[in-house]
């Protein structure tokens, strides 16, 4: 039996910042932004949060980390990404996330745990 793949495409056009917050801001900015956010139904716990596995992918040379480390206005990186626990418990994504121009788009695929040799990625 051949392993059923999830394509999902994220067409948002966006900018991404990000920041450096105190820890001693953070209850303070988490209930500023409660209204405007959902929560992430694979985040346990009194402060939700889940471990995330992240295989970058890259070539020989490194090109892809070189185009970061350039900050190259056109670049992409090749990840696979897994979520412990959470709804898609045995799941991974492979993704392919661009940024032109300054816009982020990403593309990715849920494949089960086990085509990527599941025992080793994001397993203790």
Not at 28 to 52: H, M
Not at 53 to 78: C, E, G, I
């Amino acid at each position: 039996m051949r392993p059923v793949f999830q394509v999902e495409q994220i067409n948002l056009e966006r900018h991404e910042a990000k920041y450096v917050v105190p820890a001693n801001q953070l209850p303070e900015i988490r209930e500023f932004i409660q209204p405007f956010c959902v929560p992430d139904p694979n985040a346990k716990g009194d402060i939700p949060e889940y471990t995330l596995t992240t295989l970058q992918l890259d070539s020989p040379d490194m090109t892809l980390y070189r185009a970061w480390r350039d900050n190259l206005v056109n670049r992409f990186k090749l990840r696979i990404r897994g979520y412990e626990g959470g709804e898609e418990g045995g799941s991974v994504f492979v993704e392919v996330k661009r940024k032109i121009k300054g816009v982020v788009e990403k593309t990715r695929c849920m494949m089960p745990r086990s085509c990527i040799g599941g025992e080793r990625f994001g397993r203790a």
